[in-house]
């Protein structure tokens, strides 16, 4: 079992930034990939960006050129730094963790960010 910790969410005016971490614990050794899915109300779930074990990165179209995603992996932690944040960028956003072999996904609770404009 994986357990996922986020932290980091919150209140931001329009162009802020925000910095949201992610804690894996428990059975970790077979994580593959990491990374943030966001869901906005009445929206569906969707990619913000994920890391792989070799770094590889993939990121949604809607946050290319502000969003970078990052890892610790001494921490077990995943990091997603949010720069230039827009009112749509409201959502709670969820930490994934994938062992891709196995086919088990894991999700955290899930830590809302808002942006005002």
């Known amino acids: 079992q994986v357990q996922l910790v986020e932290s980091g969410g919150g209140l931001v005016q329009f162009g802020g930034s925000l910095r949201l971490s992610c804690a894996a614990s428990?059975?970790?050794?077979?994580?593959?990939?990491m990374g943030w899915y966001r869901q906005a109300p009445g929206n569906q779930r969707e990619l913000v960006a994920t890391i792989d074990n070799g770094g590889g990165t993939t990121y949604g179209d809607s946050v290319k050129g502000r969003f970078t995603i990052s890892r610790d992996n001494v921490k077990n932690t995943v990091y997603l730094q949010m720069n230039s944040l827009k009112p749509e960028d409201t959502a709670v956003y969820y930490c994934?963790?994938?062992?891709?072999?196995?086919?088990?996904?894991?999700w955290g609770q899930g830590t809302q960010v808002t942006v005002s404009s």
């Open positions: 428990g059975i970790i050794y077979s994580i593959n990939r």
């Open positions: 994934y963790a994938g062992k891709l072999l196995s086919g088990h996904d894991y």
